[in-house]
Every structure is written in C-alpha cells, then in structure tokens.
C-alpha cells in the first residue's frame, strides 16, 4: 500500500494506491494546484490508475477541489451525501475494494459535520492498516463539534474508531498534533506518552501516519474519558458525555 501526503497549510490530501494493480484513490484533494501535478506525474511515471476520488466531509478545505478535480478525472466520488458532486455514499461499516489487496471500510463517524465518513483501508499482501480520519480524529486531539454533539464525538472516538485494531495508523485531514499535545498536557501533565508526543511535535512539521489507535488511547484525553485526571481537570465530572463536552468546551477557549 504506498501513501503519499500533500496539503497547503496545515490541510493534508492523500493518495493512496494498491501495489500489485497501481489502482489508486485521492482523498480530500482540496487545492487542485498542489494536487492535480502530483497525480499528472505519478500517471505519466505508470505508477497509479487512478479509480476514485474520496471525501471525508463537506467542508471546503476538504471538498472544495472536487469540481477541478473532476475536469481532470471524471471518475466516481465516494463521500457523505453533503459533498459536492458526490457519486455514491457507502453505508456505514460497508466495504468496497481498491486494486486486489485492499479493503476500505466506510465508518460513518457523525458530529464535526453529519456527513462525516472515516476510512479505515487494510492491505492483505502488506497487512499494513490505516485510518483516514478527516476532521473527527487528530493526532492527540478531535474536530469540533459544528454539527453534532459530545455523544456523537463520544461514540465516534470511543465506539467505532476505538474499535480498530491498535496497530492502525491514523492519517488526519490536518496538521494540529503541537495544540494537540499542548491541550493534553494542560489536562494531564504527568503523561509521558503525552510527553513523548509533544517532543516530537516540537521536532517534526508532519506527524500524519506516525502513530496508531493504540497511540491515541495512550495520549489523547478525547478518548480516555474515564481516565481520573481527565476527570478532574473537567471539575469532577465522571459521565463520559459530559466529560467530553468539556473538553470540548476547554479545547475551544484554549
């Protein structure tokens, strides 16, 4: 499975494509000037068959290079039903192949907008695992809540995403890991995963794809709700809802 990340800022596209058969898939190609070079190159080089265009939500910085895009490559455009020019929205938990080795699974993930779908992608020949989170989960931290609720964000980090296998890389849709940790670190200090993740934030510009479902249970404190210092720096709070509304509301003033 070969990845390859760009984004302007601090937004993040990827392109992902499978090893044997070179099909490959875009994933919130949002500027098109940086985008639309690195896909004309790799089809000239005959490293990628390009067969879909994939978003995570609707929010502009993610779909708003479908329409260019689409000039280019008229092809299918798997999203939620808010995306622009969207195709086809897979269901929840559905599955859909890419090349001959790997699976992608749609995980509808509602709150930070309610079309928001993450993709979880196995590869059966590498047996390399990674999700695509887009806005709903960060590296150390998650979306906020502009069309959902704490419950939402709640059952999207600690039911569906949480479920992964703890060896899945996460690829978010941006770069906040150094606000991320610095959050945590207000919340827990004493974490020395939390620790170990803002050095290297400080020490790294990218951090997609470094860590794991496994990671973020460690650090990241949307998703250790029940953790007792969690609770205390939301005021004692101890239901897991209420929990993650502060944080919330915490991470918004910060």
């Known amino acids: 499975m070969y990845f390859a990340g760009t984004g302007k800022g601090n937004n993040y596209a990827y392109l992902i494509s499978d090893d044997q058969t070179k099909d490959a898939t875009v994933i919130d190609p949002a500027n098109p000037p940086e985008v639309l ?4 190159q790799r089809r000239e080089e005959g490293a990628i068959n390009l067969k879909s265009i994939i978003n995570t939500h609707h929010h502009q910085d993610h779909s708003g290079g479908n329409a260019e895009t689409l000039k280019s490559y008229p092809l299918p455009l798997i999203a939620g039903r808010d995306s622009p020019h969207v195709t086809s929205t897979p269901a929840h938990n559905s599955t859909f192949p890419l090349g001959s080795s790997i699976t992608i699974t749609a995980l509808h993930t509602p709150c930070h907008t309610q079309d928001s779908i993450c993709y979880y992608l196995s590869d059966s020949s590498t047996n390399e695992r990674a999700v695509f989170t887009g806005d709903t989960l960060f590296i150390g931290g998650c979306g906020r809540f502009f069309e959902g609720t704490p419950a939402e964000m709640h059952t999207a980090l600690n039911e569906v995403l949480t479920g992964l296998p703890g060896d899945t890389k996460v690829y978010p849709g941006h770069e906040y890991t150094a606000g991320n940790a610095k959050f945590g670190l207000s919340i827990t200090p004493s974490n020395p995963a939390l620790q170990k993740l803002g050095d290297f934030a400080a020490q790294n510009k990218q951090t997609q794809g470094k860590f794991t479902i496994g990671d973020e ?38």
């Open 217 to 254: 249970k460690d650090y990241n404190v949307f998703m250790r709700l029940d953790d007792p210092a969690v609770q205390k720096a939301t005021g004692g709070l101890t239901d897991p809802v209420a929990v993650m509304g502060k944080l919330r509301e915490m991470k918004n003033s910060m």
């Open 37 to 40: 070079p690195v896909l004309k």
